[in-house]
């Protein structure tokens, strides 16, 4: 392959490289343009000459400023950056340029579950809802028990899962921030993978009592199991098997049956992100995202940390000016998160991050709303809460790759995109995960494990467009069953994660 490299915008005076084996000092590239030192793949080339606090721009944005003197065709990397100030969230604009609505896709469908409280599931799940860790490996046991000797009774219910979690107990449960976990585990509970009918299993002295999860209907002779009422180990696990198997008798009734495209509920996700997420699968999955609400479905994007220091993009994007203020109230809550722990948004890259070419979190920020699209900013829903609005959502959560995916399940997700550069196994048991790759050599690495390459895109092979379309079709053949994604073929699902800010006691 001859030298190339992905310049994004007019104005950007970096580019990245995107051979796989990099870039020898000297390499001459299609316009003239010489390298005068070896980069490599995904990181930044300096297409002009910078002095000491010169602007380095990527995508038309500021991502920092010069701490010495860059030659042309240098390579520009994480130690040549001075962070620069965040957007000042008093100054932004609210709501001045919400896009117009594009034509509708009235015509798309998927086939899925309804539910009696009118949602819609890509899955037929029994779920089991602990209220604290303490009863977990006993859950776990039974989920285990049911699986192996319960289950295959019952060939229309796909799996049985047991939402476990590390909060419940040894909290201050009635601080502020006990809010989030709280409601968290209630929306868990309630997801329309799980029929939005919840079986509980609670210790008996936890704080977290389940009359706390305010679920209606909740009946402690029907819904909850308290470990401490029951005789002895086999005991229990007999009772969470018995309640299991009545459930698995209704859930087993269910068919999947053809549901609006309204009813899919679409999360989006970066994790172990590089410099060509921003270029290749984020705008794919922004595109896809556009198509999604066209067809008029919810599309949940997230992680605070990842959208701060791109705000002022957003911010105009919003359907209204009341919106436009409930995106800055998350990210000034996120903002004084951070500062209450002695920390600040320059700990969000990771070592991978910056492997795979992204300097800082203000080029991650970027290249992480991408993802978003285009339409206009229709809701922002604050951590683990339910949106009441189809279209596209902003959905606070933390940047954590378990933690983000946990609160987007919390807030009904039902189908999770996730693109990644550098690579993971992650994976969820409640709702489908699409992977994304935004390298073709990370899909070439992992064949068993990528579902989409997006790396096509930054060879000409592929277009964000095309990719765009597969996405979109793919989502709806996952949905509707009719294929599997790698992480549920192999079963690669992580623990539940809910964010908990509030303290321990």
């Known amino acids: 392959m001859e030298p190339l490299y992905i310049r994004v915008h007019p104005d950007d005076n970096v580019a990245i490289i995107v051979n796989p084996e990099g870039v020898p000092s000297g390499a001459r590239f299609p316009n003239g343009f010489v390298s005068s030192e070896a980069i490599p793949q995904s990181h930044k080339i300096a297409l002009a000459e910078m002095e000491p606090g010169d602007p380095v721009i990527r995508y038309g944005q500021v991502i920092g400023h010069a701490t010495r003197a860059l030659p042309i065709g240098s390579w520009v990397r994480e130690d040549c950056l001075d962070l620069p100030v965040p957007p000042a969230l008093s100054e932004l604009a609210l709501a001045t340029a919400p896009p117009p609505a594009a034509p509708p896709l009235p015509e798309y469908t998927f086939e899925g579950y309804r539910n009696a409280d009118g949602t819609y599931g890509t899955k037929n799940i029994l779920g089991i809802t602990t209220t604290v860790q303490c009863v977990a490996p006993t859950v776990d046991y039974a989920v285990r028990k049911i699986k192996a000797e319960i289950l295959p009774r019952y060939p229309n219910v796909d799996d049985v899962v047991a939402v476990t979690h590390s909060y419940g107990c040894g909290v201050a449960i009635d601080a502020p921030g006990a809010a989030v976990p709280i409601r968290s585990i209630r929306n868990l509970a309630l997801h329309p993978n799980f029929g939005a009918d919840p079986l509980v299993v609670s210790l008996g002295c936890e704080k977290l009592q389940p009359v706390r999860l305010t679920i209606p209907g909740l009946q402690p002779a029907d ?283």
């Open 223 to 505: 819904h909850v199991i308290r470990l401490q009422d029951n005789q002895g180990f086999a005991a229990t696990v007999a009772r969470i098997c018995e309640a299991a198997e009545k459930r698995l008798q209704v859930l087993n009734l269910r068919k999947r049956v053809p549901c609006p495209a309204s009813g899919l509920v679409v999360g989006l996700q970066c994790g172990g992100s590089d410099a060509f997420s921003g270029v290749t699968c984020n705008p794919a999955v922004g595109y896809a995202a556009d198509l999604l609400v066209r067809a008029g479905a919810t599309v949940m994007f997230s992680e605070v940390t990842e959208v701060r220091d791109a705000v002022h993009l957003l911010t105009p994007r919003c359907s209204t000016p009341d919106v436009a203020r409930a995106l800055i109230r998350e990210m000034q809550w996120y903002d004084d998160y951070l500062a209450t722990g002695r920390a600040d948004r320059s700990a969000n890259p990771t070592p991978g991050n910056k492997r795979g070419g992204l300097s800082n979190v203000v080029e991650k920020a970027l290249g992480s709303v991408a993802k978003s699209g285009t339409s206009a900013l229709r809701q922002v829903t604050t951590h683990g809460e339910v949106p009441t609005e189809r279209g596209l959502i902003f959905a606070a959560t933390p940047a954590s790759d378990f933690i983000c995916g946990t609160q987007q399940l919390a807030a009904h997700m039902n189908m999770h995109i996730f693109t990644t550069g550098e690579g993971t196994p992650y994976g969820l048991a409640m709702a489908p995960v699409i992977k994304v790759s935004s390298r073709t050599a990370l899909a070439e690495k992992w064949p068993d494990l990528i579902d989409i390459d997006a790396g096509r895109i930054a060879t000409g092979n592929a277009t964000i467009e095309s990719v765009g379309w597969e996405l979109f079709h793919l989502i709806r053949d996952v949905a509707s069953g009719r294929k599997q994604t790698w992480a549920d073929h192999w079963g690669l699902h992580n623990y539940l994660a809910p964010f908990n800010p509030g303290p321990v006691t």
